[in-house]
């Protein structure tokens, strides 16, 4: 009877995309670790000093006549010297050539790297980056460029809202830079601490988690919580077990896609035509309608303490208020013309952009006034 010969498992085929990722991380870790165009700045500054040094030491030169040698000698131009040189000085002059070579082809080593392979000019775009997100105040700061993620960056471009997105997967950065819009990107990941500080989280107005796992979503609100103790914290939760979690983490609101997308279909059976509005407004960029938040302290000292009917929002600017969000969370719907927003409590305006620009207008002339 023949013996089976023992199953070897068959190897997951690599393709040629999946390839040419791992050639390409492995060149990135070889050239990343070895060539630096500091290293050999820092190179060439050293052979010069050491060149000074040493003729310095060596022959007695002065510093000017030290400084000439080593010029001479490095760049191999074949000037003649200051002065004959002593045996000592020759071998120093030959070690000092030779030391040269390799600083030399170092050199120029990584500069062809930094060049050819575009590593010069991406420094400058991340350093254009760098510096535009370190001028950003009140932004907001998107961790993950995932489906959630994109819809967030879309709907901030409609709105002109300021921020930037941390994202640490190649492909969804490549996305990002292949892109037509401009988008304020870091390559990191979010739940680092230095990734935060360089998205200017001490400044930014609110963080959104939209990574896909909810123990990441924690690290990150816990993360941005410390640094920032002010900021609006929004996230994602797959698990309505993690919800409770992220608020104790210190998010201010924790949002579940697949139960808000199963109370939207399910509202679709009896509320059709409401839900088709709602989604409009929110889908449509072009509806030219929307919604705002008006804090009691947003108001000018003139018109806190009034009430909606001594306001006259409606009137002035043609928005109406659909809501009333008291200082504890409770809201009032439709709320009474009697109502006055007190300290801590809210208006929930809706709009088109004119009546927008209209009641901010219109608080601007009273608080002038």
Do not use: W
Request: aromatic share 10%; net charge neutral.
């Amino acid at each position: 009877m023949r013996k089976r010969r023992p199953r070897i498992p068959r190897q997951p085929e690599l393709n040629s995309t999946a390839l040419g990722r791992i050639k390409g991380a492995e060149f990135f870790q070889y050239t990343g670790s070895y060539l630096s165009m500091r290293i050999s700045l820092l190179l060439l500054l050293g052979s010069l000093t050491m060149g000074v040094g040493g003729f310095i030491y060596l022959e007695g030169y002065s510093l000017r006549e030290a400084f000439y040698m080593t010029i001479i000698t490095i760049s191999t131009v074949g000037y003649t010297e200051v002065r004959p040189l002593s045996p000592d000085g020759q071998i120093f002059v030959s070690f000092l050539i030779l030391l040269y070579i390799g600083v030399f082809t170092y050199s120029v080593s990584a500069f062809s790297y930094y060049v050819i392979q575009g590593e010069f000019f991406k420094q400058i775009h991340l350093n254009f980056l760098a510096k535009k997100i370190k001028e950003l105040r009140n932004h907001v700061i998107i961790c993950g460029f995932g489906k959630y993620g994109k819809e967030i960056a879309a709907h901030f471009l409609a709105h002109r809202v300021p921020f930037v997105v941390i994202e640490r997967a190649t492909e969804e950065i490549e996305a990002i830079q292949k892109g037509t819009a401009r988008i304020l990107y870091i390559e990191d990941d979010a739940t680092h601490d230095e990734a935060l500080v360089k998205a200017g989280i001490e400044h930014a107005a609110a963080l959104i988690s939209a990574l896909p796992d909810d123990a990441e979503n924690v690290f990150t609100v816990l993360s941005a919580r410390q640094l920032n103790p002010r900021i609006n914290i929004i996230s994602r939760a797959r698990d309505p077990k993690s919800q409770r979690k992220l608020m104790r983490a210190g998010a201010n609101h924790v949002v579940m896609p697949e139960q808000i997308g199963g109370f939207y279909m399910a509202t679709l059976v009896s509320k059709p035509g409401a839900v088709e509005f709602f989604s409009f407004i929110t889908n449509h960029y072009g509806s030219d309608i929307d919604f705002e938040e008006l804090h009691y302290e947003q108001l000018p000292p003139a018109c806190q303490g009034s009430s909606i009917r001594e306001l006259s929002l409606r009137k002035a600017s043609g928005i109406n208020i659909i809501g009333f969000k008291k200082g504890e969370g409770e809201f009032i719907v439709n709320p009474e013309p009697d109502v006055v927003l007190v300290p801590g409590s809210s208006f929930i305006l809706m709009g088109n952009t004119a009546q927008m620009h209209a009641l901010h207008d219109y608080l601007d002339h009273y608080e002038k006034a």
